[in-house]
């Protein structure tokens, strides 16, 4: 895996990472464990081809004299420079006026810190975080109950009633209703097949092999990542389980775009068969440290605060629910690949993984089937009455796009809740990586402006691996003194429910393009919830907080706030200025009343193919609000069982 960069790209990358995390005091540093494994493995993952490539010119040009004067250090090489100058040459990126340097420089920062973390051998580091090793799978674990079916080498033709593209909280809904009607389904997955006994692994496996990978460069430098499942049963796998249904005051919004039944019966049924057969639930809710603190902490505000409603049976809500983010192991969580493909599988539908749907076929303004690549990079074609696209918000455009529909709406309308983090240390053991996922929650900002939109507050489990996605370098020592302090951290969330928009295009290469920007109205917002998360941790005891922001923004504890929230704002929350990722993608090819506003009709169909339906986070015309789950797969149910109905 090391060949993915050559010896001069190698050699920069330990350059700049013997800067980030050079090591000493008992922690080893890039050259002391298999670090060029992980890091390649973890960009072969992250990266689209296009994105790699532009990486690695970077690398080549980095340690020359020649980038050297880039770099203002003269017409030097960067390793030759002692450590302290590195670190002022790097963070001199980290805080450039341009939004394009400042951007590359979170990269690599993500890039290499996460990846020397989740390397298999740097038991050291973890070690000093105080989180503990992998456990690796359950000995007893049960065999896996779906049996995809073998696509033979060499390519292969198949035919179907309904091909479905996607296996998640949309596809495997769809399948579920569809197969349930008496149709022949196919749902083919990009993805591999997990199950308990594949989860427990460590990070670098979890994450290269349960969450979808590319883009990585996303967002304009918005968003150090966006967050999506990347196998079967896609991120109802690997998600926090919590099962919000969706709010009275956004199926209003919804209908009045033009799909009226989303203030109905009809969508009424449907959430409630999604929740049914989820098992939904609040008996599962017992409080991990993070959340006790933060019910703490709002109890002593007089803010909301309200138990989590999650979709597990059997959940031991400590340790291994901790883990679960990365699968499972006792099966507790009611995923598509505990449910709905099960249903689907038991009435006679077909599964196939390693597929890549690159293609819908489309004759004569019918879609006909799908044409797609093996596992083996063969090809795989399907003959079908219709398909549903149930890729997510960041592939379903392109591949509309890709089957050459035109309508402009398609890709448009991106919407998503931006979300970053304020950590607060505690003198007490919190240990975050343990407990229930997610058990409490507030609305108390959540209507900023009279019109339901504003930020929500959550927490979530904590690893060495995804910390970094919230914690700006600042220098070699004050990051490894925030890691050595981690089992002392809470992280509160700060979820925005966007008013602004951007949108997906398409890429010579056939791959996604996201263009977004937070708007000035949602930076306000994300303003209010980090002050809001400093003050929640801060009447929780604290003793001290830290924002996500590159130029460091704390404060010690007890104190005033005030100081913490004037510096956060002058920061701000332009691109690469606060970390932060994108959670809950969504709007992409929404449902409406009208081709000119809509990219789908009330049937969830795109205008222009009526037997080609979109049964994902894309179908939503403005962000659920809360963590949406639920609301794709009342929508997969809906749009599915109105497709069945058509199809007779």
């Keep these: 895996m090391t060949d993915v960069f050559t010896p001069r790209q190698a050699r920069a990358l330990l350059a700049i990472a013997d800067t980030l995390i050079p090591g000493g ?30 990486l690695k010119v970077f690398l080549d040009l980095w ?8 770099n203002r250090i003269g017409p030097r090489r960067f390793s030759a420079l002692p450590h302290a100058r590195r670190e002022e040459a790097l963070l001199a ?32 580091a973890r070690a000093a975080t105080g989180y503990p090793e992998a456990p690796g799978p359950l000995p007893d674990a049960p065999d896996r109950p779906l049996r995809p079916i073998t696509v033979p080498a060499g390519g292969t033709r198949l035919t179907a009633d309904v091909v479905i593209v996607g296996s998640g909280a949309g596809g495997g809904t769809a399948a579920a209703v569809l197969a349930a009607a008496g149709l022949d389904v196919l749902v083919l997955e990009r993805g591999g097949y997990h199950d308990d006994r594949d989860f427990g692994r460590g990070e670098l496996e979890s994450l290269t092999t349960l969450y ?84 703490r902490g709002l109890t002593a505000l007089g803010w909301h605060c309200d138990a989590m409603p999650r979709n597990v049976l059997g959940c031991d809500q400590g340790v291994e629910c901790g883990r679960c983010g990365y699968g499972c192991r006792i099966g507790a969580k009611q995923s598509t690949a505990k449910t709905w493909l099960q249903d689907a599988a038991a009435d006679g539908a077909r599964i196939a993984v390693g597929v890549e749907v690159r293609r819908v076929v489309v004759e004569r303004g ?20 219709a398909v549903v696209v149930a890729a997510g918000s960041l592939q379903t455009p392109p591949l509309l ?87 002392h951290t809470v992280q509160v969330g700060v979820i925005v429910r966007d008013t602004g928009s ?45 924002s996500s922001h590159q130029n460091r923004v704390a404060a010690r504890l007890p104190g005033s706030l005030d100081g913490f929230a004037a510096a956060a704002q002058r920061e701000g929350y332009a691109p690469a200025r606060c970390m932060m990722i994108a959670l809950h993608i969504m709007g992409t090819a929404a449902m409406g009343g009208s081709r000119d506003t809509s990219a789908t009709d009330p049937d969830g169909a795109t205008w222009e193919v009526p037997n080609l339906v979109v049964a994902d986070a894309s179908c939503f015309p403005t962000p659920s609000g809360v963590n949406p789950m639920i609301s794709i797969e009342a929508i997969a149910h809906m749009n599915a069982s109105r497709l069945a109905a058509r199809l007779g």
Aim: proline share 5%; aromatic share 6%; glycine share 12%.
């Design 63 to 70: 340690d020359t004299r020649g980038f050297g004067v880039v």
């Design 93 to 124: 990126w980290g805080t450039h006026p341009l939004t394009p340097v400042r951007t590359v420089f979170q990269g690599l920062r993500s890039l290499l810190i996460g990846s020397y973390y989740i390397a298999p051998d740097a038991t050291a």
């Design 212 to 295: 979808a990978g590319a883009p990585a460069i996303s967002a304009e430098g918005q968003f150090s990542s966006l967050m999506a499942g990347g196998t079967l049963g896609g991120g109802t796998v690997v998600n926090w389980s919590t099962s919000f249904a969706t709010p009275d005051t956004v199926r209003a919004e919804w209908a009045a775009h033009g799909a009226r039944q989303f203030a109905g019966d009809e969508f009424t049924r449907a959430l409630d068969a999604v929740q049914r057969r989820l098992g939904v639930n609040t008996g599962h809710g017992a409080a991990s440290s993070r959340d006790a603190i933060l019910e």
């Design 401 to 487: 796009r890709r089957s050459g529909l035109r309508n402009r709406r398609i890709g448009e309308n991106l919407r998503l809740h931006p979300v970053t983090a304020v950590a607060g240390v505690f003198d007490e053991d919190v240990r975050p990586w343990e407990g229930g996922l997610q058990t409490r929650y507030s609305t108390e900002h959540a209507d900023l402006d009279g019109d339901g939109y504003g930020v929500i507050y959550e927490t979530g489990p904590v690893s060495p691996g995804a910390i970094t996605l919230f914690q700006p370098w600042h220098s070699a020592a004050q990051h490894a003194a925030d890691m050595r302090a981690m089992r």
């Design 25 to 54: 005091d008992g922690l080893p540093g890039a050259r002391d464990i298999d670090f060029l494994t992980s890091v390649s493995r973890t960009a072969q993952h992250k990266m689209l081809p296009r994105e790699l490539h532009e």
């Design 502 to 546: 951007g949108r997906v295009t398409v890429g010579r290469d056939g791959e996604p393009v996201v263009r977004y920007r937070l708007s000035d109205h949602d930076a306000a917002h994300m303003q209010r919830g980090v002050v809001g998360a400093a003050e929640i941790l801060a009447a929780a005891g604290a003793t001290s907080v830290r």
């Design 366 to 385: 019918r879609a006909t089937g799908v044409d797609a690549i093996g596992p083996d990079g063969a090809p795989v074609t399907v003959a079908a009455k």
